[in-house]
């Protein structure tokens, strides 16, 4: 059965660390894999990787896919409070969307 | 451009009951996806339609219905409610299709998601 494993289930850092999120998956028909971060309100997108090895950044994100070892990274540099949410992956098996249960990152000032 | 709209944002229902929810995807999309989220089972995938027609569909059951118009907007239904389907029922919309061409412009396979409705069964 296809799924997507994300760790830490829970992180808190202080402003200015750096943190890594994981995301491992077992899908049938891998297509991408997507972050996105959860606030209040509904996910927003982050990224979307489909090729290993190539680095996707957004300002202070990044992430990595890595399709031999099923995993992806995303980074965060420099953490603000507004950091603060909870990070989901989710891998596309080319028929829907299998989502991580998320990683809840709290940024203390 | 306006962004996924769901409607209604709060609903408030009993065991037994039926619920209708809507979805309007951003202008030009085709998709749309529906997902339930609950504090115990996360972001859990419903089904999606494209083009009027349901290209996939989650492990739920019959119970979870849905639809998409003509105009890309999409209804799901839930039928004698119960009280496990107290979630945020939210859609998403993209331009492309899942299964579709992946196109290297990612923002094309990128889904929009819509504020949700949040619904209580009592």
């Known amino acids: 059965e296809d799924k997507v494993v994300q760790s830490p289930l829970s992180l808190v850092v202080h402003e200015g660390d750096t943190v890594t999120l994981n995301c491992s998956y077992e899908?049938?028909?891998?297509?991408?894999l997507l972050w996105y971060k959860q606030e209040k309100k509904a996910p927003t997108f982050l990224f979307m990787l489909?090729?290993?090895?190539i680095e996707k950044k957004s300002g202070r994100l990044s992430s990595i896919l890595d399709k031999k070892e099923l995993f992806s990274i995303l980074n965060i540099t420099a953490t603000q409070t507004g950091d603060s949410a909870i990070y989901l992956c989710?891998?596309?098996?080319?028929?829907?969307?299998?989502f991580g249960a998320g990683t809840r990152l709290t940024v203390k000032p | 451009k306006a962004g996924v709209t769901q409607t209604p944002r709060y609903l408030i229902k009993t065991r037994g009951q039926q619920v209708t929810l809507s979805c309007s995807p951003i202008?030009?999309?085709?998709?749309v996806s529906w997902y339930q989220q609950t504090p115990g089972q996360g972001l859990q995938f419903l089904f999606e339609?494209?083009?009027?027609?349901?290209?996939n569909k989650g492990n739920f059951p019959g119970r979870f219905s849905g639809r998409q118009f003509s105009n890309s907007r999409s209804e799901m239904n839930v039928s004698t409610l119960e009280l496990g389907d107290s979630a945020l029922y939210l859609c998403?919309?993209?331009?492309?299709?899942?299964?579709?061409?992946?196109?290297?412009?990612?923002?094309?396979?990128?889904?929009?998601f819509g504020p949700g409705t949040r619904l209580t069964v009592l």
């Open positions: 998403a919309s993209s331009y492309l299709p899942s299964g579709g061409d992946l196109i290297r412009q990612s923002s094309y396979n990128e889904q929009f």
């Open positions: 899908v049938t028909n891998f297509r991408s």
């Open positions: 489909t090729s290993s090895g």
């Open positions: 989710a891998a596309d098996n080319n028929n829907d969307m299998r």
């Open positions: 202008s030009g999309h085709r998709s």
């Open positions: 339609y494209f083009s009027e027609t349901q290209r």
